[in-house]
């Protein structure tokens, strides 16, 4: 008969650090945590112990049938928060249809990112959109600044897309996939080292703050294709990000505007499904996976009290 020692994957010091870890609130709080010489290097050290830590807790939890998700219970609402990809495939839009479906037989609300609304429900008219990206754009406006304003090409969430590209995304997008669609030749293993070797000269600060590397890459395009894969994409981005006060002031420091239209959504979109819930049955969030860890930290802020929706509005 297992113990509760041999039964929990992290020891007594491991589970202690990973505490502290997740009650972090600033750089400068990791700085004494991790014994590094500056802000900078604390990141890069938290980093590595976060993904360590988390990587060895979320490997004992067992795989979750149909569409995996968080779940946060506020107030007796129970939330759950859904990560998937941007990649608009048919096997995951017939994935996401049916499981969503069954959530608007059971009596519950959807509520969906923006841009995921018109890739995956564009005629499930119960499926609401949050206005995360309109949000946006009046806070990027708020900041004074050039970008994501109208006048650029395209219009709406086009344009707030278009924005956020740039020629070296496109070029370690590029590398990404040449080692991606070569992965059966090399194997898995030497394609995600070839990969981590691209990350580390193509990877910017900000890529850092946003999960974007190989792993990531790979991670939703196997998540594209086989819907049943969205846990290990998941899964990754819960290892990949601090805490979001932590992840939120390391961009804001490198691209403020970046930080508005990532991790600043995150809290926009818990504020918005706390904002509209009711007591008439549970509530199902569909985003980017790259956003479900943000969303998950802001709603446990409600359920924990240290959250209120004061003045918050629809844009």
Known sequence: MATDTEADPLSLAERGRLAALRATESLAALVGLTGADDEHGAYFAAKRDWRRLRGKELAARPPEDGLPGAEIVVEGVPFHVHGVTHAGTDAERSFLREHVARFLDAGATVYCEQGIRQLYFGDFDPVCEMDDYTWAMHRCRELGSSFHVDGVPGTGVDALVEDVSSLASEFRATAFSLIERNADVYGERFAAALGDVASAFL??????????????????????????????????????FLPQPVEREWLRRHDPELEVVTHARNERMADYAVYHADDDGPVHLVVGAAHQPGIRYYLEQHRDGERALDGFEPV
Do not use: C, I, M
Request: glycine share 8%; net charge positive.
């Open 203 to 240: 990877q910017s600060h900000e890529n850092l703050g946003t999960g974007t590397d190989y792993a990531s890459f790979a991670a939703s395009r196997r998540a594209a294709r086989d819907p049943t894969r969205l846990g290990e994409l998941q899964r990754y981005y819960e290892r990949s």
